[in-house]
Antibody
Framework: QVQLVQSGAEVKKPGASVMVSCRPS????????IHWVRQAPGQGLEWMGW????????NYAQNFQGRVTMTRDTSISTVYMELSRLTSDDTAVYFC?????????????WGQGTLVTVSS | DIQMTQSPSPLSASVGDRVTITCRAS??????LNWYQQKQGRPPKVLIY???SLQSGVPSRFSGSGSGTNFTLTISSLQPEDFATYFC?????????FGQGTKLDIK
């Protein structure tokens, strides 16, 4: 079945960068966009952007422009999200999610989430 | 950005109740409105996409309606496993945005 497996929890200091990986399986890696969404503790959901695994093309939310980079390695069917210049406001669970067939902006399934804690 | 506003929040109900959650967009999103369910410590799961299409594997007690700026998610007969937080999300224009969530708990 379709599954997205993310890398483990991270603890970073303010000003540092973090890279989270997402490895989809159960379908053709290049066929569907991958999105990144984050959720601060006890808060709502915030869309960060998408990556087209086929072309490597990206679309980032304005809130993260200049700080986020989404890439992929097709040889190992893995997508990466790097967020730089971290502050405490970036403490959140970061999810990757696949777009559904025929609807780029609908997310299913999701990865299990990666907790990123930013603390001095 | 398109703002999404849900009501009510929170919502208390009993097993067997019919419940409706409302989502309003700050501008028209046509039918590009999706509903997700999230349980504690788990990622969200899509229930309804394109306002009224039931995602494969989702029970038929869930339904969605609306277009333009006003949308509803209805659960026809609440089951114990339905107590969770529900989010609406517009996929009309990036940045895709979510409602603040409606926590459905047991009365």
């Amino acid at each position: 079945q379709v599954q997205l497996v993310q890398s483990g929890a991270e603890v970073k200091k303010p000003g540092a960068s973090v890279m989270v990986s997402c490895r989809p399986s159960g379908y053709t890696f290049t066929a569907y966009y991958i999105h990144w969404v984050r959720q601060a503790p006890g808060q709502g959901l915030e869309w960060m952007g998408w990556l087209d695994p086929q072309s490597g093309g990206t679309n980032y939310a304005q809130n993260f422009q200049g700080r986020v980079t989404m890439t992929r390695d097709t040889s190992i069917s893995t997508v990466y999200m790097e967020l730089s210049r971290l502050t405490s406001d970036d403490t959140a669970v970061y999810f990757c999610a696949r777009a559904i067939r025929g609807a780029v902006g609908v997310f299913d399934p999701w990865g299990q989430g990666t907790l990123v804690t930013v603390s001095s | 950005d398109i703002q999404m506003t849900q009501s009510p929040s929170p919502l208390s109900a009993s097993v067997g109740d019919r419940v409706t959650i409302t989502c309003r967009a700050s501008q028209s999103v046509s039918s590009h409105l999706n509903w997700y369910q999230q349980k504690q410590g788990r990622p969200p799961k899509v229930l309804i996409y394109a306002a009224s299409s039931l995602q494969s594997g989702v029970p038929s007690r869930f339904s969605g309606s609306g277009s333009g700026t006003n949308f509803t998610l209805t659960i026809s007969s609440l089951q114990p496993e339905d107590f969770a937080t529900y989010f609406c999300q517009q996929s009309y224009r990036t940045p895709y945005t979510f409602g603040q969530g409606t926590k459905l708990d047991i009365k």
